[in-house]
Protein backbone atom coordinates (compact mmCIF):
# COMPACT_ATOMS: atom_id res chain seq x y z
CA UNK A 1 0.00 0.00 0.00
CA UNK A 2 2.69 2.67 0.52
CA UNK A 3 4.33 1.91 -2.42
CA UNK A 4 1.10 1.79 -4.56
CA UNK A 5 0.35 5.40 -2.53
CA UNK A 6 4.21 7.04 -3.36
CA UNK A 7 3.48 5.53 -7.04
CA UNK A 8 0.66 7.94 -7.00
CA UNK A 9 1.68 10.83 -6.09
CA UNK A 10 4.70 10.43 -8.43
CA UNK A 11 2.50 10.50 -11.29
CA UNK A 12 0.31 13.59 -10.03
CA UNK A 13 3.58 15.30 -9.64
CA UNK A 14 4.73 14.51 -13.12
CA UNK A 15 1.56 15.54 -14.60
CA UNK A 16 1.74 19.11 -12.36
CA UNK A 17 5.27 19.80 -14.03
CA UNK A 18 3.87 18.66 -17.68
CA UNK A 19 0.99 21.66 -17.87
CA UNK A 20 3.26 23.69 -15.63
CA UNK A 21 5.81 23.68 -18.94
CA UNK A 22 2.58 23.74 -21.10
CA UNK A 23 1.67 27.13 -19.76
CA UNK A 24 4.77 28.54 -19.35
CA UNK A 25 5.30 28.13 -23.00
CA UNK A 26 2.41 29.23 -24.11
CA UNK A 27 2.68 32.61 -22.16
CA UNK A 28 6.01 32.94 -24.10
CA UNK A 29 4.71 32.65 -27.28
CA UNK A 30 1.90 34.90 -26.41
CA UNK A 31 4.40 37.80 -25.74
CA UNK A 32 6.57 37.48 -28.93
CA UNK A 33 4.46 35.87 -32.19
CA UNK A 34 2.19 38.55 -33.44
CA UNK A 35 -1.60 37.58 -34.19
CA UNK A 36 -1.52 35.88 -37.91
CA UNK A 37 1.04 33.63 -36.93
CA UNK A 38 -0.54 32.78 -33.34
CA UNK A 39 -2.37 29.64 -34.99
CA UNK A 40 0.81 28.12 -36.25
CA UNK A 41 2.57 28.44 -32.88
CA UNK A 42 0.12 27.01 -31.09
CA UNK A 43 -0.47 24.05 -33.30
CA UNK A 44 3.09 23.29 -33.26
CA UNK A 45 2.65 23.94 -29.23
CA UNK A 46 -0.20 21.18 -28.87
CA UNK A 47 1.75 18.48 -31.05
CA UNK A 48 4.72 19.28 -28.26
CA UNK A 49 2.94 19.09 -25.80
CA UNK A 50 0.84 15.99 -27.08
CA UNK A 51 4.26 14.51 -27.77
CA UNK A 52 5.47 15.17 -24.07
CA UNK A 53 2.65 14.18 -22.46
CA UNK A 54 2.84 11.13 -24.14
CA UNK A 55 6.00 10.01 -23.33
CA UNK A 56 5.40 11.60 -19.51
CA UNK A 57 2.32 8.94 -20.10
CA UNK A 58 4.58 5.95 -21.37
CA UNK A 59 7.38 6.77 -18.71
CA UNK A 60 4.30 7.00 -16.42
CA UNK A 61 2.80 3.47 -17.47
CA UNK A 62 6.99 2.15 -17.59
CA UNK A 63 7.20 3.68 -14.33
CA UNK A 64 3.57 2.17 -13.01
CA UNK A 65 4.61 -1.47 -14.83
CA UNK A 66 7.78 -1.09 -12.73
CA UNK A 67 6.18 -0.33 -9.56
CA UNK A 68 3.69 -2.93 -10.33
CA UNK A 69 6.16 -5.64 -11.25
CA UNK A 70 8.11 -4.43 -7.93
CA UNK A 71 4.87 -4.15 -6.19
CA UNK A 72 4.03 -8.07 -7.01
CA UNK A 73 7.87 -8.89 -6.38
CA UNK A 74 7.66 -7.35 -2.97
CA UNK A 75 4.04 -9.56 -2.59
CA UNK A 76 5.78 -12.81 -3.56
CA UNK A 77 8.29 -11.83 -1.32
CA UNK A 78 6.38 -11.25 1.18
CA UNK A 79 4.53 -14.17 0.55
CA UNK A 80 7.38 -15.95 0.44
CA UNK A 81 8.54 -14.36 3.88
CA UNK A 82 5.29 -15.64 5.70
CA UNK A 83 5.55 -18.86 3.96
CA UNK A 84 8.94 -19.46 4.67
CA UNK A 85 8.43 -17.70 8.17
CA UNK A 86 5.46 -20.26 8.75
CA UNK A 87 6.99 -22.98 7.70
CA UNK A 88 10.25 -22.36 9.96
CA UNK A 89 7.70 -21.90 12.84
CA UNK A 90 5.99 -25.15 11.64
CA UNK A 91 9.21 -26.41 11.79
CA UNK A 92 10.19 -24.99 15.24
CA UNK A 93 6.84 -26.18 16.62
CA UNK A 94 7.83 -29.93 15.36
CA UNK A 95 10.78 -29.46 16.46
CA UNK A 96 9.42 -28.42 20.01
CA UNK A 97 7.01 -31.31 19.83
CA UNK A 98 9.61 -33.58 19.11
CA UNK A 99 12.11 -32.51 21.46
CA UNK A 100 9.53 -32.43 24.12
CA UNK A 101 8.47 -36.08 23.07
CA UNK A 102 12.34 -36.92 23.18
CA UNK A 103 12.46 -35.70 26.98
CA UNK A 104 9.48 -37.26 28.09
CA UNK A 105 10.73 -40.57 25.98
CA UNK A 106 13.82 -40.20 27.91
CA UNK A 107 12.28 -39.28 31.33
CA UNK A 108 10.39 -42.10 30.74
CA UNK A 109 13.08 -44.57 29.95
CA UNK A 110 15.00 -43.41 32.32
CA UNK A 111 11.92 -43.68 35.55
CA UNK A 112 11.63 -47.53 33.66
CA UNK A 113 15.42 -48.16 33.90
CA UNK A 114 15.37 -46.65 37.45
CA UNK A 115 12.34 -48.58 38.62
CA UNK A 116 13.75 -51.59 37.01
CA UNK A 117 17.28 -50.98 38.44
CA UNK A 118 15.69 -51.02 42.13
CA UNK A 119 13.58 -53.94 41.05
CA UNK A 120 16.74 -55.62 40.34
CA UNK A 121 18.56 -54.29 43.75
CA UNK A 122 15.30 -55.47 45.56
CA UNK A 123 15.73 -59.47 43.72
CA UNK A 124 19.20 -59.18 44.25
CA UNK A 125 18.91 -58.55 48.07
CA UNK A 126 16.23 -60.94 48.70
CA UNK A 127 18.28 -64.18 46.31
CA UNK A 128 21.30 -62.75 48.43
CA UNK A 129 18.91 -62.89 51.65
CA UNK A 130 17.73 -66.28 50.40
CA UNK A 131 20.85 -68.13 49.66
CA UNK A 132 22.63 -66.65 53.39
CA UNK A 133 19.06 -68.36 55.01
CA UNK A 134 19.73 -71.27 52.77
CA UNK A 135 23.70 -71.37 54.03
CA UNK A 136 22.88 -71.12 57.52
CA UNK A 137 20.22 -73.54 57.13
CA UNK A 138 22.84 -76.23 55.35
CA UNK A 139 25.59 -74.97 57.69
CA UNK A 140 23.03 -76.13 60.92
CA UNK A 141 21.86 -79.21 59.08
CA UNK A 142 25.67 -80.03 58.68
CA UNK A 143 26.10 -79.61 62.13
CA UNK A 144 23.16 -80.83 63.27
CA UNK A 145 24.13 -84.23 60.81
CA UNK A 146 27.66 -84.17 62.33
CA UNK A 147 26.44 -84.45 66.29
CA UNK A 148 23.90 -86.95 65.45
CA UNK A 149 26.87 -88.71 63.13
CA UNK A 150 29.24 -88.53 66.48
CA UNK A 151 26.32 -89.65 68.64
CA UNK A 152 25.46 -92.16 66.41
CA UNK A 153 29.30 -93.50 66.43
CA UNK A 154 29.69 -93.52 70.12
CA UNK A 155 26.23 -95.22 70.21
CA UNK A 156 27.63 -97.95 68.04
CA UNK A 157 30.51 -97.68 69.58
CA UNK A 158 29.28 -98.48 73.35
CA UNK A 159 26.87 -100.86 71.70
CA UNK A 160 30.23 -102.43 69.76
CA UNK A 161 31.74 -102.68 73.11
CA UNK A 162 28.89 -103.96 74.88
CA UNK A 163 28.38 -106.54 72.20
CA UNK A 164 32.34 -107.44 72.78
CA UNK A 165 31.39 -107.51 76.45
CA UNK A 166 28.43 -109.55 76.11
CA UNK A 167 30.35 -111.48 73.04
CA UNK A 168 33.07 -112.58 75.71
CA UNK A 169 30.93 -112.66 78.71
CA UNK A 170 28.63 -115.50 76.75
CA UNK A 171 32.43 -116.99 75.44
CA UNK A 172 33.31 -117.37 79.68
CA UNK A 173 29.67 -118.28 80.27
CA UNK A 174 29.89 -121.10 77.16
CA UNK A 175 33.34 -121.95 78.28
CA UNK A 176 31.78 -122.95 81.98
CA UNK A 177 29.35 -124.77 80.55
CA UNK A 178 31.05 -126.77 78.59
CA UNK A 179 33.48 -127.29 81.52
CA UNK A 180 30.64 -128.03 83.90
CA UNK A 181 29.45 -130.33 81.06
CA UNK A 182 32.52 -132.05 81.12
CA UNK A 183 32.63 -132.25 85.19
CA UNK A 184 28.99 -133.35 84.92
CA UNK A 185 29.54 -136.34 82.36
CA UNK A 186 33.03 -136.95 84.49
CA UNK A 187 30.60 -137.40 87.26
CA UNK A 188 28.47 -139.64 85.73
CA UNK A 189 30.60 -141.78 84.50
CA UNK A 190 32.62 -142.23 87.98
CA UNK A 191 29.00 -142.64 89.63
CA UNK A 192 28.19 -145.17 86.81
CA UNK A 193 31.49 -146.87 87.41
CA UNK A 194 30.72 -147.24 91.48
CA UNK A 195 27.28 -148.62 90.68
CA UNK A 196 28.98 -151.45 88.30
CA UNK A 197 31.29 -152.58 91.05
CA UNK A 198 28.63 -151.92 93.74
CA UNK A 199 26.37 -154.05 91.41
CA UNK A 200 28.98 -156.32 90.55
CA UNK A 201 29.51 -157.48 94.20
CA UNK A 202 25.49 -157.00 94.95
CA UNK A 203 25.35 -159.92 92.53
CA UNK A 204 28.12 -161.99 93.25
CA UNK A 205 27.01 -162.26 97.28
CA UNK A 206 23.45 -163.01 96.26
CA UNK A 207 25.27 -165.61 93.85
CA UNK A 208 26.61 -167.10 96.42
CA UNK A 209 23.79 -166.71 98.56
CA UNK A 210 26.10 -165.24 101.73
CA UNK A 211 23.39 -161.98 102.23
CA UNK A 212 21.04 -162.22 104.90
CA UNK A 213 17.77 -160.14 104.18
CA UNK A 214 18.76 -157.36 106.08
CA UNK A 215 21.89 -157.31 104.00
CA UNK A 216 20.62 -157.62 100.80
CA UNK A 217 17.91 -154.98 101.38
CA UNK A 218 20.90 -152.66 102.60
CA UNK A 219 23.05 -153.04 99.00
CA UNK A 220 19.59 -152.34 97.33
CA UNK A 221 19.09 -149.43 99.40
CA UNK A 222 22.85 -148.98 98.37
CA UNK A 223 22.21 -148.86 94.80
CA UNK A 224 19.45 -146.95 94.69
CA UNK A 225 20.82 -144.32 96.29
CA UNK A 226 24.18 -144.54 93.44
CA UNK A 227 20.97 -144.54 90.84
CA UNK A 228 19.33 -141.53 92.01
CA UNK A 229 22.50 -139.71 92.07
CA UNK A 230 23.30 -140.68 88.34
CA UNK A 231 20.22 -139.62 87.47
CA UNK A 232 20.47 -136.58 89.66
CA UNK A 233 23.81 -136.00 87.84
CA UNK A 234 21.98 -136.52 84.40
CA UNK A 235 19.64 -133.96 85.73
CA UNK A 236 22.55 -131.76 86.06
CA UNK A 237 24.53 -132.62 82.63
CA UNK A 238 21.09 -131.43 80.87
CA UNK A 239 21.02 -128.41 82.75
CA UNK A 240 25.09 -127.42 82.10
CA UNK A 241 24.03 -128.46 78.11
CA UNK A 242 20.88 -126.54 77.93
CA UNK A 243 23.58 -123.61 79.26
CA UNK A 244 25.70 -124.49 76.41
CA UNK A 245 23.07 -124.16 74.11
CA UNK A 246 22.03 -120.94 75.17
CA UNK A 247 25.43 -119.37 75.53
CA UNK A 248 26.18 -121.11 71.47
CA UNK A 249 23.33 -119.07 70.10
Known amino acids: MKLRTITLFAGLFVA ?6 VEE ?7 TITAPVITTVEQATSEAELKTQKEQLKAEQKLQKEQEKAIKAEE ?12 ARKEAEKAK ?9 KAKAEEKARKAEEKAAKEKAKAEEKARKEAEKARKAEEKAAK ?28 KANSEVSKVEAKIAKAKGDLAKEQSKFDIKKAKGSLSPQDEAKLKGKLLNKQQKINSLGLDLIKAKEKVNKYSM
Open 97 to 105: KAEEKAAKE
Open 16 to 21: QVSLAQ
Open 25 to 31: VGSVIDT
Open 76 to 87: KAAKEKAKAEEK
Open 148 to 175: EKAKAEEKAAKERAKAEKAALKRKEQLS
